[in-house]
C-alpha cells in the first residue's frame, strides 16, 4: 500500500522567513512525488514534480530515499504563497492512483 | 482551452435525490478520476477509470456510480443523498504510468451541498 504524510495541518510564517513543509511517504516500490497547491477556492495545480528537479515560484524538493521523504522549501515565503499544499505519490506497476496526504495551510502573514 | 472541465461548479440539492456531475478532459488522457475533497481539505480518491477498467475505492458507498461514454468523460452519478456527502468533488485525468507528462491535471471542482 501507498501512504503520504504531511504531518503539519497548517503553518503560520512571516513574510520574509523560510518555509519548510514537510512530507512522507511509505511505498515499497519505486515512487514518483508530486507537490500540488490550491489556492483559495481554486483547483489543484501541479506545483513541482521530482524528476524534474525543478525550482517553481522559488520552490523546491528533493526526494530523499533513505528518510521517504520530500520535503518543499522556499527560503524566503511570500504573501501569495498562502494555499493549501498537498504532496502527492504515484506508484509503479499494477496501479498509477496519485495519492494525496492531508495538505498543509500555509499563512504567510505581512 | 480549459484542460478538464466539470459542470455544474455549484449543487445545492435535497437529502434523498439523485444528481450527477459531468466531467470532460480534452488533453487526450488515457486515465480519469474522481476524488472527494471533505470539510477538513483531505483529498481522498473515488474512482480510477483507465481503458475501460474501473477501480474503486472499497469505502465509497454504492450510491456513488462513474459512468465513462467515453475516453474524454466520467460523470460522477449520486443517487438517494445524504448530509454527508457534502463536498467538493474534483475530477482529474492523467496519463497512466511514470515518468513526464503523467501528472495529474484537475478540474475546478464542484461544491455538492445536501441540505
Known amino acids: 500500500a501507498q501512504r503520504v504524510t504531511q504531518p503539519e495541518k497548517l503553518l503560520s510564517v512571516f513574510k520574509g522567513a523560510p518555509v519548510e513543509l514537510k512530507c512522507n511517504y511509505s511505498?515499497?516500490?519505486?515512487?514518483?512525488l508530486f507537490w500540488y497547491v490550491q489556492y483559495s477556492r481554486q483547483r489543484l495545480q501541479l506545483l513541482l514534480r521530482?524528476?524534474s528537479r525543478e525550482s517553481i515560484k522559488g520552490f523546491t524538493a528533493d526526494l530523499n530515499k533513505g528518510e521517504t521523504s520530500f520535503h518543499l522549501k522556499k527560503p524566503f515565503a511570500q504573501e501569495e504563497d498562502s494555499a493549501m499544499y498537498y504532496c502527492?505519490?504515484?506508484?509503479?506497476?499494477?496501479?498509477?492512483?496519485?495519492?494525496f496526504g492531508r495538505g498543509t495551510s500555509l499563512i504567510v502573514h505581512p | 482551452d480549459t484542460a478538464v472541465s466539470q459542470t455544474p461548479k455549484y449543487l445545492v440539492t435535497q437529502m434523498g435525490n439523485d444528481k450527477s456531475i459531468k466531467c470532460e478532459q480534452n488533453?487526450?488522457?488515457?486515465?480519469m478520476y474522481w476524488y472527494k475533497q471533505d470539510s477538513k481539505k483531505f483529498l481522498k480518491i473515488m474512482f480510477s477509470?483507465?481503458?475501460?477498467?474501473?477501480?474503486i475505492n472499497e469505502t465509497v458507498p454504492n450510491r456513488f456510480s462513474p459512468k465513462s461514454p467515453d475516453k474524454a468523460h466520467l460523470n460522477l452519478h449520486i443517487n438517494s443523498l445524504e448530509l454527508g456527502d457534502s463536498a467538493v468533488y474534483f475530477c482529474?485525468?492523467?496519463?497512466?504510468?511514470?515518468?513526464?507528462?503523467?501528472?495529474?491535471?484537475f478540474g475546478q471542482g464542484t461544491r455538492l451541498t445536501v441540505v
Open positions: 521530482h524528476i
Open positions: 482529474a485525468s492523467s496519463q497512466a504510468g511514470q515518468g513526464l507528462n503523467t501528472e495529474a491535471f
Open positions: 477509470y483507465n481503458n475501460k477498467e474501473l477501480i
Open positions: 488533453l487526450g488522457h488515457d486515465t
Open positions: 511505498y515499497s516500490g519505486s515512487p514518483e
Open positions: 502527492a505519490l504515484k506508484g509503479s506497476g499494477g496501479s498509477y492512483i496519485p495519492t
